[in-house]
């Protein structure tokens, strides 16, 4: 009788333990202020400021280096490198916010880069660009899309790649169809660009022969769910056991 009253007791604590945490978590991210209203109206708000998180809630994108889960990020065929349509001038800007951000790679102007395993890039900035022979927009601003001509592959004469990492270190790569490893740069900014060039015109009526594309980043931590999700399973993990051991030792201490 004495042992199941005891291990009574120890379960009674953890889950008041428990209840303790949850209530003063909730507590803290309540305000000080606001009017008194009954006992039972606060313990519902109390409840209700708090969302369940678990292993599949997208993790609140606070800053540019915000970690992410899998599933908020997006994943890109490598045959987009391959374009058939390319846009005269194109300029995205971004905030952290909703910014779009993709694991495994990414691809440019028949350029890949691949990004490193549990990592993702946030992007800030990317650019499209049809350039001509001087380095200079073939067409306008707000000439939209532009189909490149059939069978103009032979004429690439020249692609470079250009990776600059916020340290300052620049890395360049020359030649076609190539896979740029990004360096596991956690939490630090990135920029590429590539710049294809041919020795003839590539759309049709026009003095265009460079395509440019860039784009600029952050790589953040990836991972397969939400950590704090499975925070409270941990927590259980580890204190039942610790129940159970107690239970175990005191039955064979009173019996003795």
């Known amino acids: 009788m004495r042992v199941s009253a005891l291990f009574l007791v120890l379960l009674v604590t953890l889950i008041m333990v428990e209840l303790s945490q949850t209530a003063r978590g909730v507590r803290g991210g309540r305000s ?3 009017s008194r209203g009954s006992s039972r109206s606060r313990s519902r708000t109390r409840a209700s400021s708090k969302p369940t998180i678990t292993k599949y809630t997208p993790i609140p994108a606070t ?13 890109l065929s490598r045959s987009s490198t391959f ?11 971004y905030v952290f916010s909703n910014a779009p951000v993709y694991r495994f790679g990414y691809p440019l102007y028949r350029s890949y880069v691949a990004i490193p395993k549990n990592r993702a890039v946030r992007l ?55 896979t740029i490893s990004l360096e596991d740069i956690k939490d630090q900014d990135f ?13 049709t009526g026009t003095t265009c022969t460079q395509i440019e ?44």
């Open 213 to 256: 594309m860039s784009v600029q980043g952050t790589m953040v931590t990836m991972y397969e769910t939400n950590p704090n999700g499975a925070r409270l399973l941990i927590i259980n993990n580890k204190l039942f056991p610790l129940v159970f051991s107690l239970f175990a030792f005191f039955n064979i201490f009173l019996t003795s």
């Open 191 to 203: 920029e590429i660009t590539t710049l294809a060039r041919y020795n003839t015109s590539i759309v």
């Open 124 to 178: 800030s900035h990317d650019e499209e660009k049809l350039l001509d022979d001087q380095g200079d927009l073939c067409l306008g601003k707000l000439a939209g899309n532009r189909t490149l001509e059939e069978g103009i592959d032979k004429n690439l004469i020249e692609l470079n790649t250009t990776v600059k990492y916020n340290d300052g270190t620049t890395v360049r790569l020359h030649g076609f169809d190539n």
């Open 32 to 34: 000080r202020g606001g």
């Open 83 to 93: 374009k058939k349509v390319v846009a005269a001038y194109l300029v995205h800007r």
């Open 63 to 75: 800053s540019v280096r915000s970690p992410v889960i899998v599933k908020q990020t997006r994943l």
